[in-house]
């Protein structure tokens, strides 16, 4: 798609159908890495506050969707091995920690759902913005950075293209000319990074910049086909492998369908296992959400904060 299809497809609407078909196809029921320099993160002050200004863009040239989106699975086996994996439930394939929670689910045993629930899969989105104001770093303003992050940021997308009430006119916020900067206020509710209070601005051209101007940011946006190419998951055999690895396995698990979408694999049930999981859990929620550093509590920090 050319920039000139873009504007046009954008004036007469198409982009924002296409959108909202999406959405509506997400909303119905359905059977991380390290430092990257390509990545944008909000950073919270020494109050716990957090703001910056940023514009979604549209879909990079030659794709169809201005967000990817990536099931994947984090826990600690009984053994203090992690399994930190995406999930190939995101190609719409099974997945070796899917089918092991649904035995664990129908077990019937408190124990196993809570380690069930304790190891649900998560859902992250990735998408391309323009960064408008970064107070924490000023440096970022004016670049075009990926930007990861999770189902409550991406609900006030949706809320902005399917808003509640008849009075509000839906926005698309990934158009350059009829859609509207994103003001992100994070605030530190009970250890979570909370972003009730984010909004977005009221709609019109990114910067008042001309198409020129737009054309260059759009020409800087990152290809976000990668994060779903089945060439980067893992294969069922290597994540089953993992898996017995991380649970103390050596043999191989039996195998069931997911049922639950909200809910991931555990490990082998045991009481004390149950209880081990349930204490880490409240550990990673409550840890300090530092986003930048590497060791294994603040990634789990970081996704209680992508949570919210």
């Known amino acids: 798609m050319?920039?000139?299809?873009?504007?046009?497809?954008?004036?007469?609407?198409?982009?924002?159908?296409?959108?909202?078909r999406e959405i509506d196809k997400l909303n119905q029921p359905a059977a991380g890495s390290s430092a990257d320099e390509r990545f944008?993160?909000?950073?919270?002050?020494?109050?716990?506050?957090?703001?910056?200004?940023?514009?979604?863009?549209?879909?990079?040239?030659?794709?169809?969707?201005?967000?990817?989106?990536?099931?994947s699975h984090a826990f600690k086996g009984p053994g203090g091995q992690w399994y930190i994996e995406n999930s190939l439930t995101t190609l719409g394939k099974d997945d070796p920690v899917g089918e092991l929670n649904r035995e664990l689910?129908?077990?019937?045993?408190?124990?196993?759902?809570?380690?069930?629930?304790?190891?649900?899969?998560?859902?992250?989105?990735?998408?391309?913005?323009?960064?408008?104001?970064?107070?924490a770093h000023p440096e970022n303003e004016g670049r075009v950075f990926l930007y990861k992050f999770g189902k409550k940021i991406f609900d006030k997308l949706t809320e902005a293209m399917q808003p509640a009430f008849a009075d509000e006119t839906p926005i698309d916020p990934f158009?350059?000319?009829?859609?509207?900067?994103?003001?992100?206020?994070?605030?530190?509710?009970?250890?979570?990074?909370?972003?009730?209070?984010?909004?977005?601005?009221?709609?019109?051209?990114?910067?008042g910049f001309d198409d020129d101007k737009l054309e260059g940011i759009w020409?800087?946006?990152?290809?976000?086909?990668?994060?779903?190419?089945?060439?980067?998951?893992?294969?069922?055999?290597?994540?089953?492998?993992?898996?017995?690895?991380?649970?103390g396995k050596t043999g191989s698990v039996s195998v069931v369908?997911?049922?639950?979408?909200?809910?991931?694999?555990?490990?082998?049930?045991?009481?004390?296992?149950?209880?081990?999981?349930?204490?880490?859990?409240?550990?990673?929620?409550?840890?300090?959400?530092?986003?930048?550093?590497e060791d294994t509590m603040s990634y789990f920090a970081r996704l209680a904060e992508e949570d919210c």
Request: glycine share 6%.
């Open 2 to 20: 050319s920039f000139a299809s873009l504007k046009k497809a954008s004036a007469g609407g198409s982009t924002f159908e296409k959108l909202t």
């Open 105 to 135: 689910w129908n077990s019937g045993r408190d124990s196993d759902k809570e380690i069930a629930r304790a190891q649900k899969r998560k859902l992250s989105y990735y998408a391309n913005i323009y960064v408008v104001q970064d107070p």
């Open 175 to 207: 158009n350059f000319w009829k859609g509207a900067d994103f003001k992100l206020k994070i605030r530190k509710v009970e250890g979570y990074w909370n972003y009730d209070k984010s909004e977005f601005a009221a709609p019109g051209t990114l910067g």
């Open 219 to 247: 020409n800087q946006a990152y290809s976000l086909a990668e994060f779903e190419d089945a060439k980067n998951f893992k294969t069922y055999e290597q994540l089953q492998a993992r898996l017995n690895l991380v649970l």
């Open 257 to 293: 369908n997911e049922e639950d979408e909200e809910v991931f694999a555990k490990p082998m049930p045991s009481e004390s296992w149950g209880k081990e999981v349930s204490d880490f859990r409240e550990k990673a929620v409550a840890a300090s959400p530092v986003e930048d550093e």
């Open 40 to 71: 944008w993160k909000p950073e919270l002050d020494k109050s716990g506050n957090g703001y910056a200004v940023i514009r979604f863009l549209p879909a990079p040239d030659g794709e169809e969707m201005p967000w990817a989106k990536v099931w």
